[in-house]
């Protein structure tokens, strides 16, 4: 059965979109006094000058038209000269409006983008996410371009619903002193009706929205992904294969995209036939009323010049309203189009909230569970200086996976533990769970903070920057001043590793490389080694981190950790570092393990 929590978000404009878009309003404008508000006020501002803009330049205009019709040379050059000068200051208006509109739209996608990132990169949230949680499977299509789009959407909705919506109000005070009250009513009551018509019409495009930037999420992960294991692909000359995966998905895209161009063209006839022609015929028939009309009282004794002026005037007032009302119908295309973007956008936040809050959703081994199974984050964790202990502790993957029924064992600073047993036994889980990855299923697990826990990794993890940043990563330089370590000490450092040399031969500390191509595979593994040195934790996990390594130089290394008192968790199968551990843990993948002191009887128990 269907988690409910698994269920995808609904993408339509109702009520729950109305809410859903409010909650992120209040993230990208997050007060009165705030330069989004003002940004928001600069749009607004220019707006309504804008639209008094085209009603003065209606009215110019007309006056220009009359004088030439009435060939009076004076009143025409006075009406030009006026077009003439006012140009500067509309073209100023409009450009503070492109610019305004820009610089809002930017703001908004910085502080989503900020909140989003801050609650992505709290804690493990990120290794949650793309490890334990299944909701979400383009973590990164959502905070780069999904998050783009809402935020230009928003942008360009604020701008075409508010200044239509302001014409409107206008043009129908204007006409109603010119064609009297009934005209622009009419007009409001068809866009209020064509407006609820096309917003049902219109409904499928908002799931139809956020299932396109699902598929363009999907063909960027296989792009993604073969890039990332390029090197095992090629091995393995699995090009044809990767290529029909990749091609297999982009067809996914390219069939939705294709729907989804159908339904816009069909759904842009029935656009353009009701928010445009249909607009101006009802503009016909309003501005017609007060002319064909033979009793109409304001026309008994107007002459036809008079007549025509003022039917050019109204005329191009009702026909600007029209239009006007014509864009505040076809922006209910772009509501529908933000609900999908919103709902996106809306998942991401309620994932990036739970998994903050310690739960995640992952579809489990077992799907039906009884009331007494183990659940995530029942164990305990006790935080304490100098000592590990597992106490009862469940070792389990997070999809519900029982690897060792009940784990319980104690280390305290200065005794180092060899983990050894068979691949797929339970050896970098326990580690997962050791270093807060995974969540407690049961017990009590007692261990000091986090930054006196350092795993050192068999393919360490280098870091964009300098060689400097390789060695102190993941600290900053001001990280480091603040430690008063200077590189005279981080050079000692490098000497305990025997890389020194690396100085020297990379152009010094500031030097900038890419570091995973630049180094070795033993070179990488002594800078892990060396970020060890540097940050002195109380206890290391070395997984593997000295096999490309010389037995001399790990001797060396293992030598120095034991001097500064770093208490070791190795995972190795070299029987060269037997001699350097006190306890061996062993986990035979069939749910026993043992923990025991090494002894000459117990040294060929990992072989």
């Known amino acids: 059965m269907k988690d409910d929590g698994q269920k995808k978000e609904k993408a339509a404009v109702d009520g729950i979109f109305f809410r859903r878009l409010l909650r992120i309003l209040k993230i990208i404008v997050p007060g009165w006094f705030t330069p989004e508000t003002g940004y928001l006020v600069v749009v607004a501002a220019t707006l309504v000058a804008r639209t008094y803009c085209d009603i003065w330049m209606i009215q110019n205009g007309t006056a220009i038209e009359s004088a030439i019709i009435g060939r009076n040379m004076k009143l025409f050059k006075a009406h030009l000269f006026k077009f003439i000068f006012a140009m500067p200051a509309m073209s100023i208006i409009n450009n503070i409006l492109k610019f305004g509109l820009a610089e809002l739209k930017l703001r908004f996608r910085t502080r989503l983008t900020m909140d989003l990132f801050d609650k992505y990169l709290r804690g493990f949230t990120y290794y949650k996410m793309n490890n334990l949680d299944t909701r979400i499977a383009n973590v990164d299509q959502l905070l780069t371009q999904d998050v783009e789009k809402f935020c230009n959407c928003i942008g360009d909705l604020y701008s075409n619903l508010s200044k239509p919506m302001l014409d409107i109000v206008l043009y129908a005070i204007k006409l109603a002193g010119a064609i009297g009250v009934m005209g622009p009513t009419y007009m409001l009551l068809y866009l209020t009706v064509s407006g609820m018509i096309l917003t049902r019409l219109r409904r499928p495009a908002g799931k139809m929205t956020m299932i396109e930037q699902q598929h363009e999420g999907e063909f ?151 009331e007494t199974a183990r659940k995530p984050g029942c164990g305990k964790v006790i935080t304490q200086d100098r000592i590990i202990k597992f106490d009862q502790v469940p ?120 570091w995973m191509d630049v180094l070795s595979g033993g070179e990488k593994q002594r800078i892990a080694m060396a970020r060890l040195f540097y940050h002195m934790p109380q206890f290391a996990i070395l997984d593997e981190c000295t096999s490309a390594v010389s037995v001399d130089v790990e001797g060396y290394i293992y030598q120095h950790c034991k001097e500064v008192g770093i208490t070791l968790f190795t995972v190795s199968h070299r029987k060269s570092l037997w001699k350097h551990h006190e306890y061996y843990l062993h986990m035979d993948g069939r749910g026993a393990y043992e923990f025991k002191p090494i002894t000459a009887d117990t040294e060929e128990i990992g072989s």
Not at 284 to 295: E, H, Q, T
């Open 220 to 370: 960027r992960f296989v792009n993604s992904r073969l890039i990332t294991n390029s090197e095992e692909v090629a091995f393995y000359q699995g090009n044809r294969r990767e290529q029909a995966t990749i091609l297999a998905t982009f067809a996914r895209l390219v069939d939705h995209i294709r729907k989804f161009i159908s339904f816009r063209c069909s759904m842009g006839f029935i656009d353009t036939i009701i928010a445009k022609y249909f607009a101006t015929v009802i503009g016909y028939l309003v501005v017609s009323r007060p002319f064909l009309n033979l009793a109409d009282p304001r026309h008994l004794t107007s002459s036809h010049s008079e007549r025509l002026e003022d039917y050019y005037k109204s005329g191009r007032m009702l026909v600007r309203m029209a239009q006007a009302i014509g864009r505040v119908v076809l922006a209910g295309r772009e509501m529908t189009r933000l609900s999908g973007f919103t709902a996106r956008v809306t998942e991401l936040m309620k994932v990036l909230s739970d998994l903050n809050r310690g739960v995640y959703q992952r579809t489990m081994v077992t799907q039906d569970q009884d």
């Open 395 to 514: 070792l389990m993957t997070p999809n519900g996976d029982l690897l060792v029924e009940s784990m319980s064992f104690e280390v305290k600073s200065g005794t180092n533990v060899l983990v050894c047993g068979p691949n797929g036994c339970g050896k970098s889980s326990l580690f997962r769970v050791l270093g807060g990855l995974w969540p407690l299923f049961g017990g009590t697990l007692t261990k000091p903070i986090s930054g006196q826990l350092f795993y050192v990794p068999q393919r360490p993890y280098m870091t964009l920057g300098t060689l400097r940043d390789q060695v102190i990563y993941p600290d900053t330089t001001q990280d480091q001043r603040q430690k008063n370590v200077n590189d005279e000490q981080l050079l000692g450092i490098l000497d305990k590793v025997q890389l020194s040399y690396i100085l020297d031969r990379e152009g010094g500390w500031d030097s900038v490389q890419d």
